[in-house]
């Protein structure tokens, strides 16, 4: 009878086409009132002897059924997994579409293409906070309190924390302090990022973009400063044959300073960059002031290097033809559509920098 019994349960069991099916099959059998635990309670009722021999039965059914209950779960399990697998495939050698929706900006494709260019020359990249204090954005950068060259950043301050003057960072150069104090020469970093100055007009907005460039060691000189420059500037600006100008000029915190000028014609009202005889401002760049060494920990009897700081939007401007410095950041989708980049296009030096 037992031996109907368990024929009977164990078809049922692999009968069961799901989870849910099994379950049903399992209290029928084992559950309280299942037909394995009706069989106990009538053990009590029998002989000492009997109740022995039937109950070793039941128990060896019961084990056998619930064993069979557990290898069926697994192989719906099993089965639904591959199921799954089979209705999820992807084909991963597709070829990408190559036109999806969304857009770089332009200010992260300049950025992208910069740490290309630099990053084939040794510099890594470093980063500090937008939100500093005047040690790091001025005083270590030998503009001591009260100096002229304080007002001319345009500085928002914000209310000081404990003894601290807080304020947003007005140029990136206080990544130079940060990575002098923390890094022991020789140093080779840039250091793109955000900036702020209370201005707003067709070529001011009051949040804006630099990558500022350091490098420190032991006989690092101008000539490296000029050459690093002028192949940064042909690469970028994608012109073999691109003139820089150095223009003496003033910042704290470098000595020698220069502004540095390429070449273009603004013949016709339209601007071309190259070998035209015209100039145009673009960066600022200097030797490491010796103050600015000391500040930071470094002997400057010892180590000496240069430094230098690029407006991002007005180079990308420059590069990519736009006209007004205010429509970078007033994410209008016709203007990203019409200056952003296909993500995939990722700049390298390999594969050009913008294709
Ligand atoms: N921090 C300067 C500015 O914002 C640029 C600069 C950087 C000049 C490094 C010299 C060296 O105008």
Redesign the pocket.
Known sequence: MLDALKDELLSQVNAAGDLAALEEVRVTALGKKGRITGFMKELGGLSPDERRERGQQLNALKDEIAAAIDSRKADLARAHLEARLQAERIDVTLPVRPETEGRIHPISQTIDEMVAIFAEMGFSVAEGPDVEDDFHNFTALNFPPGHPARDMHDTFYLPDAGDKKMLLR????PVQVRTMLNKKPPIRIIAPGRTYRSDYDMTHTPMFH?I?GLVIDEATHMGHLKGCLIEFCRAFFDVDDLPLRFRPSF?P??EP?AEVDIGCSRKGGELKLGNYGDWLEIL???MVHPNVLEACGIDSTRYQGF???MGIERVAMLKYGIPDLRTFFEADLRWLKHYGFVPLDVPSMAQGLTR
């Open positions: 007005t140029h990136t150069s630099q500022e910042f915190f470098t300073s600022g760049c200097g430094a230098f700081g």
